[in-house]
């Protein structure tokens, strides 16, 4: 969910305009993706989700699904999970979902106001076409919390947006931002795109887009939001 694709030319100047050759990359909160695979280098990317990284272990090692799954099928996997490989799993319940939510809502062949659009197949082909840049990504089911950095590294987070739909998890936003604070201190460039942040942490980059995932809570349609790009400044 909340997609950052669309805005990566514009952050990752930014995250990246300091970095040094060896300097590793981390994404704690890697989703689908959309940022890590414009990136070079040493590169890390880290879910809570154990299917969403199953996902991408297969992808990248050569796995291929299929580009359409029925209801029935979708509806079977989100009901019996342990009969299925978890890279499958993953791969259903989030590309076969509307708007990326997880088993969020079965999405196949639908008429739209643009005419008809098949949701699957798009969303094979973006996953597919992003693996050329995905080989050499060290993937890891963890928290962030659990994760080990090497030293000096830059950091990018994606958490859930705070006051948004929910996601798979539930996620304690105070925490979250004491751990930014804490890795900053520790030596870490850490970035966070959040649409609001405490006082304590500047917005180095802010960017009004119409969004599916707005601030007031709802899924669908188009919302005006504020995209933000926060660091530590304590």
Request: glycine fraction near 10%; proline fraction near 3%.
């Amino acid at each position: 969910m909340g997609s950052k694709n669309r805005f990566a030319k514009e952050l990752l100047p930014i995250i990246l305009k300091d970095r040094y050759i060896g300097q590793w990359y981390y994404e704690p909160m890697v989703g689908g993706a959309n940022m890590i695979d414009k990136v070079g280098g040493n590169r890390f990317g880290a879910d809570i989700n154990e299917y969403l990284i199953e996902m991408w272990l297969a992808l990248t090692d050569g796995w291929i699904p299929k580009k359409h799954y029925t209801k029935d099928e979708y509806t079977d996997i989100k009901n019996n999970k342990e009969n299925y490989p978890k890279n499958l799993v993953g791969y259903v319940g989030i590309n076969c979902s509307y708007s990326g939510k997880w088993f969020g809502g079965y999405a196949g062949i639908t008429e739209t106001k643009g005419g008809v659009r098949d949701y699957q197949k798009e969303a094979f082909n973006n996953v597919t076409k992003q693996l050329k840049n995905l080989k050499d990504v060290v993937f890891k089911y963890s928290s962030y919390k659990d994760l080990t950095f090497a030293k000096n590294s830059i950091i990018y987070l994606d958490p859930p947006y705070e006051g948004t739909t929910k996601y798979k998890d539930d996620f304690n936003h105070a925490d979250f931002w004491e751990w930014c604070r804490t890795k900053t201190k520790q030596g870490h460039k850490v970035f966070v795109s959040e649409y609001k942040a405490p006082e304590d942490f500047k917005c180095v980059w802010e960017k009004e887009t119409k969004s599916s995932l707005s601030a007031n809570g709802k899924i669908g349609g188009n919302k005006i939001s504020t995209e933000k790009l926060f660091v530590y400044c304590g």
